[in-house]
């Protein structure tokens, strides 16, 4: 091997490390996720053991990254970023971020229907901000029955059961920051100061 891919490879196991406490896992519970050993998976990290293809697999899917990340591969030199749309409950969700951990940003886009579909609230763990950009959104909270036009904006606790559609059978656009660990946006708005 190269000096290169040396240098690549030797940073491996203190990025995995890195990730594995970010998000709060334990040795055992990877091994438990992925299937590696929590023997390799510890020699892994501490530089011990020499990172495969066999090892990186399961845990770049466990982390949910691509695998240019985890190993840290040099860029290619192609600037544009391929964004890959993954189709969900009859709707479009587009990444906008790749960022392990933390807040995620998509872009969400629910399909023109020639009838609405009936809401079916659903619960998960996060903490959802959301901006319509087109469209007029229907939002089920709970309760609560909601419709937002273009240019507004709803933050919600993911635990509350909840349910996103068209209002009016019309396509919808809205960027979503998504919190698994229950993260919310922050906005801070400066008061304009006369001169």
Same mark, same amino acid.
């Given at each position: ?25 334990? #040795? ?27 090892? +990186? /697999? ?24 391929? +964004? =890959?749309?993954? =189709?969900? *409950?009859?709707?479009? *969700? ?11 940003? *998509? ?9 609405? *579909? ?14 319509? /950009? ?25 635990? /509350?059961?909840?349910? +996103? ?8 656009? #809205?960027?979503?920051?998504?919190? +698994? ?15």
């Amino acid at each position: 091997m190269d000096r290169e891919t040396d240098d690549v490879l030797d940073g491996v196991g203190s990025r995995l490390r890195t990730l594995r406490r970010e998000r709060g896992l334990t #040795l055992a519970d990877l091994a438990a996720t992925t299937g590696v050993s929590e023997s390799t998976l510890s020699r892994l990290e501490s530089g011990q053991r020499r990172a495969t293809l066999e090892l +990186l /697999l399961p845990l770049a899917r466990t982390y949910d990254v691509p695998l240019d990340d985890l190993v840290g591969a040099p860029r290619t030199g192609d600037p544009r970023i391929h +964004l =890959k749309p993954v =189709k969900r *409950f009859g709707m479009i *969700f587009i990444p906008l971020s790749r960022r392990p951990g933390g807040v995620h940003a *998509f872009k969400m886009i629910i399909p023109a229907v020639p009838e609405p *579909f009936a809401p079916t609230p659903q619960t998960h763990d996060g903490f959802e901000w959301l901006y319509v /950009l087109s469209g007029r959104l229907r939002l089920v909270l709970g309760e609560r029955d909601l419709t937002l036009p273009a240019g507004e904006a709803a933050e919600f606790d993911t635990s /509350l059961p909840h349910w +996103l559609g068209s209002a009016d059978g019309g396509a919808v656009e #809205l960027l979503i920051l998504f919190g +698994l660990q229950g993260e919310r946006a922050h906005v801070r708005a400066h008061p304009h100061q006369p001169a």
